[in-house]
């Protein structure tokens, strides 16, 4: 089984107690193998707290992270409007409408990185910290990305070869651009509700 990274759409912040909150409200939105993109850390990033995990209900440490969706929604379409690259619009526009259909602007983003951190070896509540701090921390990050994706000289090779479109996408495809489904392979409604 991949580790994955999980993004889902809450209309309430996890609290510490898992029976007080309903698991049906909350919507799948996009998840990823071995990786926590940049794209879901910009989403949770307005107001970003921990919370209690919605998957992994028996942690007693809060590892996921949760931030208001309108910003966060909002947040990620200033994002997208300074990236320079071929290929941003329709991943784009994809993002942004799905989002927009999926998401209720007045709720929340939770991001689910339980499986992620414990590939690590440090304590999962210390590597969740640390996460929100690079999370509250993320222009620096933010410019890093627009910096990389900013156009550059093709070499001999790239103007004698067409480069394929998976390729030309694959930088964004990388900042998490590309994944939204409503179906994930863990929900909390149907999570193992136990840390591995």
Request: aromatic residues 10%; charged residues 25%.
């Given at each position: 089984m991949?580790?994955?990274?999980?993004?889902?759409a809450?209309?309430?912040?996890?609290?510490?107690?898992?029976?007080?909150d309903?698991?049906?409200?909350?919507?799948?939105?996009?998840?990823?193998?071995?990786?926590?993109?940049?794209?879901?850390q910009?989403?949770?990033?307005a107001?970003?707290q921990?919370?209690?995990?919605?998957?992994?209900?028996?942690?007693?440490e809060?590892?996921?992270?949760?931030g208001r969706?309108?910003?966060?929604?909002?947040r990620?379409?200033?994002?997208?409007?300074?990236i320079?690259?071929?290929s941003?619009?329709p991943?784009?526009?994809?993002a942004?409408?799905?989002?927009?259909?999926?998401a209720?602007?007045?709720?929340?983003?939770?991001?689910?990185?339980?499986?992620?951190?414990?590939?690590?070896?440090?304590?999962?509540?210390?590597?969740?910290?640390?996460?929100?701090?690079?999370?509250?921390?993320?222009?620096?990050?933010?410019?890093?990305?627009?910096?990389?994706?900013a156009p550059?000289k093709k070499?001999?090779?790239?103007?004698?070869?067409t480069?394929?479109?998976?390729s030309?996408?694959a930088?964004?495809?990388?900042?998490?651009l590309?994944?939204?489904?409503?179906?994930?392979?863990y929900?909390?409604?149907?999570?193992?509700?136990?840390?591995n």
């Open positions: 991949a580790n994955r990274s999980y993004l889902f809450s209309p309430f912040v996890p609290g510490p107690d898992p029976a007080k309903d698991p049906r409200q909350v919507k799948g939105i996009s998840e990823r193998n071995y990786d926590i993109p940049l794209v879901y910009l989403l949770v990033s107001d970003v921990l919370c209690r995990s919605t998957i992994w209900t028996r942690l007693e809060p590892t996921a992270l949760a969706a309108g910003a966060g929604i909002d990620l379409q200033r994002f997208l409007a300074r320079d690259h071929p941003v619009g991943l784009r526009d994809e942004l409408g799905f989002l927009n259909r999926h209720d602007r007045n709720g929340y983003f939770v991001l689910e990185c339980a499986e992620i951190l414990d590939m690590g070896d440090e304590p999962l509540g210390e590597q969740a910290a640390s996460l929100l701090r690079d999370v509250q921390d993320i222009d620096a990050e933010i410019e890093a990305a627009i910096a990389r994706l550059k070499n001999f090779w790239e103007r004698i070869f480069p394929s479109q998976e030309i996408e930088p964004l495809r990388e900042l998490g590309g994944y939204w489904s409503d179906t994930l392979y929900a909390p409604n149907d999570a193992p509700n136990d840390a």
